[in-house]
């Protein structure tokens, strides 16, 4: 026995266990996360049952999803204000996904088993996704034209489901142009605005300068106004074309619904669907989610401005951390005296690497936003103060506050990189007649590159799923316009956006509707996983390719 432990083996079987359940642990939290977010677009059944609490209570009806299902004890459930027959020991209690929110007032609600009768899966309900008050169940019963009725029952499904298309095109229509086109008009007009306030300030002008650029203002003012009405005109007669539309609905209660189609974004029968047909509704859900814009408070709609906002964030903090930490490790090995200073200055950066992210977080808010970014504004954009260009938070100081905070990565990476490197190689270029510099750029860098995309991949996996420093420096809850467009410089790094991580916080702890919210919160994790995987594999295989071109070289 003491020469097994002496032997090593046991040491080698313990190290190999804990690699696996670390491995069995990740992958079974990547499939809970990949199941719960992405069944949430799965067109699920919708039931129909009688709920009567009590012998004396009348039958109420219900139609909704189930949610989940749970087994609660009667103590519990009786305590929750909740009648139970005092012989029953367990209750079986199922979340019912009702929707409604605009009838009922909530959204989800629990029913107890016993009080349920059986159930049934209508062929004829109908779901709604609406742009606002969430999702609607019910039963359809009239498609209406200008309050007019064109058809009942059958009939009014027919053309419904033909219509439908049609209204989701011209809403689609109306959200391009207040999204773009106008916001286009409008982001141009407040330009002018700023520059009317510059003249306005110049004292040195002459009267005829002035009066020059004052009438080249004015005529671009009409322009723009005159653009804006036509623009306005059109989006007002789309919104009466798909207004004339709506339907009128028959709730759970019995009462009565009538619904624009204006305010419908996609509509289906979960009960009468072939598998086909749930497989489409599948991928057009999935792909709504990872294209569009959110709603009802980040609870419904799309995450593009997260993902966008995560992807351009983590580009322009690689972009910076790269240059600075490689020419800080290479001053540091190949050129800086080595002595204490040297010693101190790598102890504080090993130590940088372990402040809590927050601290970066309040320097970056303090340095970035209020000091360089104000001077910015005090020096550029005086027209537009007090209003802060780049005196807020903004997408480049939180790209640079991350970068400041991975930057220790980067620089003991590249270092490591640059130690492995035999002093030989450098003997022999020197040697033959190259100076330092040139052995140094030639031959020394190219052969750590591996080491340099190593410390780039740890500092954009660290990089992409921080949050807590940038709640202070630049992501907000929701972005009304992306940091890209048509309008000059096209980039724009002063404006706030929306990030994958907060996005994630926000649904999950300060969503008004919780449950709501629940799914889209694994969905949304499972996204910045699967975004971190593809930028990591992108350098993985960029530092592999490196690799292997100086392979010889470094043999």
Same mark, same amino acid.
């Given at each position: 026995m $003491?020469?097994?432990f002496k032997?090593?083996?046991?040491?080698?079987?313990l190290?190999?266990?804990a690699?696996s359940?670390?491995?069995?642990?990740?992958?079974?939290?990547l499939?809970?996360?990949?199941?719960?977010?992405?069944g949430h677009?799965w067109?699920?059944?919708?039931?129909?049952?009688?709920?009567?609490?009590?012998?004396?209570?009348?039958p109420?009806?219900?139609?909704?999803e189930?949610s989940?299902?749970e087994?609660?004890?009667?103590?519990a459930?009786?305590?929750?204000?909740?009648q139970?027959?005092e012989?029953?020991?367990?209750?079986?209690?199922?979340?019912i996904?009702?929707?409604?929110?605009?009838?009922t007032?909530?959204?989800?609600?629990w029913?107890?088993e016993d009080?349920?009768?059986?159930?049934?899966?209508?062929?004829?309900?109908?779901?709604?996704?609406?742009?606002?008050?969430g999702?609607f169940?019910?039963y359809?019963?009239?498609?209406?034209?200008?309050?007019e009725?064109?058809?009942?029952?059958a009939?009014?499904?027919?053309?419904?489901?033909?219509?439908?298309?049609?209204?989701l095109?011209?809403v689609r229509?109306?959200?391009?142009?207040?999204?773009?086109?106008?916001?286009?008009?409008n982001?141009?007009?407040?330009?002018?605005?700023?520059q009317q306030?510059a003249?306005?300030r110049?004292?040195d002008l002459?009267e005829?300068?002035?009066?020059?650029?004052?009438?080249?203002?004015?005529?671009?003012?009409?322009?723009l106004?005159?653009?804006y009405?036509?623009l306005?005109?059109?989006r007002?007669?789309?919104?009466?074309?798909?207004r004339g539309?709506?339907?009128?609905?028959?709730?759970?209660?019995?009462?009565?619904?009538?619904?624009n189609?204006?305010?419908?974004?996609?509509a289906?029968?979960p009960?009468d669907m072939?598998l086909v047909q749930?497989?489409?509704h599948?991928?057009?859900?999935?792909?709504?989610f990872?294209?569009?814009?959110?709603?009802?408070? $980040?609870?419904?709609?799309g995450?593009?401005?997260?993902?966008?906002?995560?992807?351009?964030m983590v580009?322009i903090?690689s972009i910076?951390?790269t240059?600075?930490?490689?020419?800080?490790?290479i001053?540091?090995?190949?050129?800086?005296?080595q002595?204490?200073?040297?010693?101190?200055? &790598?102890?504080?950066?090993?130590n940088?690497?372990?402040?809590?992210?927050?601290?970066?977080?309040?320097?970056?808010?303090g340095?970035?936003?209020y000091?360089?970014?104000?001077?910015?504004d &005090?020096?550029?954009y005086?027209?537009?103060?007090?209003a802060?260009?780049f005196g807020?938070?903004?997408i480049?100081?939180?790209?640079?506050?991350?970068?400041?905070?991975?930057l220790?990565?980067?620089i003991?990476?590249?270092e490591?990189?640059?130690?492995?490197?035999?002093?030989?190689?450098r003997?022999?270029?020197?040697?033959?007649g190259?100076?330092?510099?040139?052995t140094?750029?030639?031959?020394?860098?190219?052969?750590?590159a591996?080491?340099?995309?190593?410390g780039?991949?740890?500092a954009?996996?660290?990089?992409?799923g921080?949050?807590?420093p940038?709640?202070l420096?630049?992501?907000?809850?929701?972005?009304?316009s992306?940091p890209?467009?048509?309008n000059?410089?096209?980039?724009?790094?002063?404006?706030?956006f929306?990030?994958?991580?907060?996005?994630?916080f926000?649904?999950g702890?300060q969503?008004? $509707?919780?449950?709501?919210?629940?799914?889209?919160v694994?969905?949304?994790a499972?996204? !910045?996983?699967?975004?971190?995987?593809v !930028?990591?594999?992108t350098?993985?295989?960029? &530092?592999?390719?490196?690799?292997?071109k100086y392979k010889?070289?470094?043999d």
């Open positions: $003491n020469n097994w032997s090593g083996t046991p040491w080698v079987w190290n190999a266990g690699v359940i670390s491995l069995v642990m990740v992958v079974g939290l499939l809970m996360i990949a199941v719960n977010g992405l677009f067109p699920k059944a919708v039931v129909e049952f009688d709920h009567q609490p009590t012998a004396e209570a009348t109420q009806r219900v139609i909704g189930v989940r299902s087994t609660m004890t009667a103590a459930m009786r305590e929750a204000g909740y139970v027959p012989d029953q020991d367990v209750v079986v209690r199922h979340l996904k009702q929707g409604n929110r605009d009838v007032g909530r959204d989800f609600v029913y107890i009080a349920m009768s059986d159930w049934r899966y209508p062929e004829d309900v109908l779901v709604l996704e609406r742009t606002t008050w999702d169940y019910g359809l019963l009239e498609f209406r034209r200008d309050g009725v064109i058809a009942e029952g009939a009014a499904r027919d053309a419904f489901e033909q219509r439908l298309p049609d209204s095109a011209t229509a109306i959200q391009r142009i207040e999204r773009f086109d106008i916001g286009s008009i982001f141009q007009i407040e330009q002018l605005r700023l306030r003249l306005d110049n004292p002459s005829e300068a002035r009066a020059a650029r004052q009438a080249e203002i004015d005529a671009e003012r009409t322009d106004d005159a653009r009405a036509e306005e005109s059109r007002n007669e789309l919104r009466r074309e798909v539309y709506s339907i009128k609905m028959e709730v759970m209660d019995g009462s009565t619904r009538e619904i189609m204006a305010d419908v974004v996609s289906w029968y009960n072939s749930q497989l489409g599948y991928a057009r859900s999935f792909w709504d990872v294209s569009g814009f959110p709603r009802e408070a $980040n609870t419904e709609g995450i593009l401005p997260a993902i966008f906002g995560t992807v351009l580009i903090m910076v951390v240059p600075f930490g490689v020419l800080a490790a001053y540091l090995r190949e050129y800086a005296k002595g204490p200073l040297v010693r101190v200055i &790598r102890i504080s950066v090993n940088l690497a372990g402040v809590p992210s927050i601290v970066f977080g309040v320097f970056g808010l340095f970035f936003v000091f360089v970014g104000g001077g910015i &005090r020096m550029f005086q027209d537009a103060l007090p802060p260009t807020g938070p903004a480049i100081w939180a790209s640079l506050t991350l970068a400041l905070l991975t220790p990565v980067v003991v990476s590249t490591e990189g640059l130690t492995r490197i035999p002093s030989t190689i003997q022999g270029s020197l040697a033959l190259a100076t330092k510099a040139e140094l750029w030639r031959i020394i860098i190219p052969l750590s591996p080491a340099m995309m190593t780039l991949i740890l954009v996996a660290r990089a992409a921080e949050v807590a940038l709640m420096v630049g992501v907000v809850k929701l972005a009304p992306l890209v467009d048509g000059f410089p096209y980039l724009h790094l002063d404006r706030a929306m990030h994958l991580g907060f996005h994630i926000d649904v702890f969503s008004p $509707n919780v449950e709501a919210g629940r799914p889209l694994y969905a949304t499972l996204i !910045l996983v699967l975004l971190i995987i !930028l990591n594999v350098a993985i295989s960029i &530092r592999n390719h490196l690799r292997e010889s070289e470094s």
